[in-house]
């Protein structure tokens, strides 16, 4: 059986200080590190034959742990915008408490878990350097829905895991919370409403393991 690892990176700086994060670019916190290390600890013995992470550093830096301690560096590995957090505009950089008093505690649920809700927008969106400056200013958000980081997380997934998947290849994803939401929501076919009770831990790898049309055999998430 093929097996799908996800593994949401490790305790970033902007967690830390219970902070939106987003697109913005904060690396790890030492419990960060050491959580990525425990996450690769878990994976022993498991080989991959391609890694996919954002353009995030807080996600590349645990890929990098978890290869290294796997002795896998020379997997290949794919960085890309599409695997990046979904986008809290104006929100980002916020305490998340801060937020509840000011807007309210259902106000700020419906942003951060509902599948259809849009945090407050940025005036304008960043412009596209750096990791983005090949695409297009539309590819930069103002703001994402879980929804709308959904319509590009999963052709990325479509076009480059499933088929990998398919051909009998292990694949490691290392992201986000919502990225990897948004992937639990399609492997698993999770309508709309009940994915708002999905969450996702910093360094705790879910694995799923697939038959040959991809159906789950076997699927960690629901034992923890």
Do not use: C
Request: glycine content about 6%; aromatic content about 10%.
């Amino acid at each position: 059986m093929v097996k799908l690892v996800m593994v949401r990176h490790g305790e970033s700086i902007a967690n830390a200080l219970n902070q939106y994060t987003g697109w913005s670019d904060v690396g790890l916190t030492q419990e960060g590190i050491v959580q990525a290390h425990k996450a690769a600890e878990q994976l022993e013995g498991l080989y991959f034959d391609h890694v996919h992470t954002s353009v995030l550093k807080r996600a590349i830096m645990s890929a990098y742990i978890i290869q290294d301690e796997l002795n896998l560096n020379y997997v290949p590995i794919t960085k890309t915008w599409r695997l990046n957090e979904r986008h809290y505009g104006a929100l980002r950089g916020q305490n998340k408490d801060v937020t509840r008093r000011e807007f309210g505690m259902e106000q700020v649920h419906q942003w951060r878990r509902s599948f259809y809700s849009i945090p407050p927008r940025l005036t304008q969106p960043d412009p596209n350097i750096g990791p983005y400056k090949y695409f297009g200013p539309e590819i930069m958000p103002r703001a994402e829905s879980l929804y709308q980081a959904y319509q590009r997380i999963i052709p990325y997934y479509v076009d480059n895991v499933g088929p990998r998947l398919l051909d009998g290849k292990n694949q490691l994803i290392v992201a986000h919370g919502s990225t990897i939401r948004a992937l639990i929501k399609y492997i698993e076919n999770i309508n709309d409403k009940d994915i708002d009770g999905v969450e996702v831990a910093n360094g705790k790898p879910l694995i799923y393991e697939f038959d040959d049309k991809l159906n789950i055999v076997n699927n960690n998430r629901m034992k923890k």
